[in-house]
């Protein structure tokens, strides 16, 4: 095996530049020696939507997607689905190490303590449609707990930051539960911290008149191991965007509430929700092949099938369809999941999908679910951006304590007008539809 080293060859001078390989990676500042005149910017690489850069060195998840592996500070998913809890996990995303009981006593008990919302914002809520959907509620509620703790701008102070964990892992499942009491006209539930972390979440959710909601145990515990499913991806687009708005220094909930509202996206966190309208325009397993023929055509994508990383199944899809018949077992079997096995037995032969190598991701599933614990289609994302804030604090912290990061601002090609003087009103033709013709070169 030679150096660690890339020799580059610039014909248009026919200087060599030897870079070094690390990680896998050269370093794109390397590439800024290379050029043509003194005068010259020299190279950038050039990755739209960073298919192939790698932003940040990460310990909290590792993703090998060739072979469907997920794991969080190196305990594969599949064990920490099977024995973690959710809080245990998230304490694990932060903090790198699973908690001892002491601390888990501790993190657990800070975090009860933080379930309640301030009043102005319940308040807040009721500005809103009846018909907004809980994601656009659950971003802009984000936002506004920055107004609530303008301490929270001092991401440094690390007693300050740990304030600031309690508060949005323990806050989230208030606000989700809020907006969803607030599109049904129902009063709001208020935390009852004798419960679970989703036991709670469940009675904010469904209680009624009762004295005290009892959640089903089997429901409680499936929602527990789901927000655990979802707990981090690596850079994932949301992901990203809580790393980005986090390096300009701004305060975690602002933060937070853009990678929320990255993770809304249909493509992202929004395809749970687009699965399952998906299936219910499918309506029957008849209906299947006429569907699938639309996709290979071009003209619809399968909402739940792909991923950028995972070219093997995403083995959160396979965990979820573990916990698919455990709560069938109490809410009855959804009839759309034969659809949806139906979609999945035929992609896997299907040349179109094996040959993008197009598997069923954590999406495809969780929807079948959500659907069955009786959470309409607008809450799927919500219940994602959950389990996903320990992630997101996750990588946030991680961000901030790498002294190799800096504010996020990456550079461009420009192809726009060169210098043209100012045009007088008297001078000018009428435009084009600016939008329609923007993709071509100026002339
Ligand atoms: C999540 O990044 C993460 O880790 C995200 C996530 C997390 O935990 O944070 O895992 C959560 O967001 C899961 C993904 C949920 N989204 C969906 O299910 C929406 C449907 N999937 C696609 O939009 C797509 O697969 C993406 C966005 C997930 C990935 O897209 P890529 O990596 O950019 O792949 P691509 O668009 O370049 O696709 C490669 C080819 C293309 O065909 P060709 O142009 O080569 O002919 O595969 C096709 C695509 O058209 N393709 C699909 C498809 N996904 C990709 N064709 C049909 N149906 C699909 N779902």
């Not at 991923?307 to 083995?315: E, G, I, L, S, W």
């Not at 045009?423 to 002339?443: F, G, I, N, Y």
Request: aromatic share 10%; net charge neutral; charged share 25%.
């Amino acid at each position: 095996m030679g150096k660690d080293t890339l020799t580059i060859t610039d014909n248009r001078t026919g200087k060599t530049y030897e870079l070094e390989i690390k990680d896998g990676t050269i370093r794109s500042l390397d590439l800024r020696q290379i050029k043509v005149s003194k005068e010259d910017f020299g190279l950038m690489g050039y990755d739209p939507a960073f298919t192939n850069t790698a932003s940040c060195r990460s310990q909290v998840t590792f993703i090998d997607g060739a072979k469907g592996i997920l794991m969080y500070r190196g305990y594969p998913i599949e064990q920490l689905a099977e024995q973690s809890s959710f809080l245990e996990t998230a304490y694990l995303l932060i903090y790198g190490e699973l908690p001892n009981g002491e601390q888990l006593d501790e993190w657990e008990g800070n975090l009860k303590h933080h379930t309640f919302i301030h009043e102005n914002i319940r308040k807040l809520l009721g500005g809103f449609r009846y018909d907004a959907h809980p994601m656009g509620m659950l971003v802009s509620m984000l936002g506004a707990l920055s107004t609530f703790y303008p301490k929270s701008k001092r991401i440094r102070d690390p007693e300050i930051r740990k304030e600031q964990f309690y508060r949005l892992i323990a806050k989230t499942p208030t606000l989700a539960a809020f907006s969803f009491r607030h599109t049904r006209g129902l009063p709001m539930i208020y935390p009852d911290n004798d419960l679970s972390y989703a036991g709670n979440f469940l009675n904010m959710l469904w209680k009624m008149s009762e004295a005290k909601y009892e959640p089903n145990p089997v429901l409680e515990k499936a929602l527990d191991v789901l927000f655990i499913l979802h707990g981090d991806h690596e850079q994932n687009c949301s992901a990203n965007a809580m790393r980005s708005v986090g390096s300009s220094e701004a305060d975690p909930y602002c933060a937070a509430a853009a990678a929320a509202a990255a993770l809304y996206g249909p493509l992202h966190g929004g395809a749970n929700e687009q699965v399952l309208r998906m299936l219910v325009e499918i309506g029957s397993i008849k209906n299947v092949p006429g569907y699938v023929k639309r996709v290979k055509e071009g003209e619809l994508l399968l909402m739940g099938f792909g991923h950028r990383v995972y070219k093997n199944y995403d083995p959160r899809a396979q965990i979820i369809k573990g916990i698919a018949d455990q709560v069938f077992e109490v809410t009855g079997r959804n009839p759309l999941l034969d659809i949806a096995l139906e979609l999945e037995r035929i992609a896997l032969q299907d040349d179109y999908f094996v040959k993008r190598k197009l598997y069923p991701n954590v999406d495809f599933y969780s929807g079948l679910i959500y659907q069955a614990m009786g959470f309409p289609v607008e809450m799927y994302p919500v219940l994602f951006a959950i389990g996903r804030m320990p992630g997101w604090i996750g990588q946030w912290v991680e961000m901030l304590d790498d002294k190799e990061q800096k504010i996020a601002r990456p550079r461009q090609i420009y192809t726009g007008y060169q210098k043209r003087d100012y045009l007088a009103l008297d001078k000018r033709v009428p435009v084009a539809d600016k939008a329609a013709v923007a993709t071509q070169a100026p002339t």
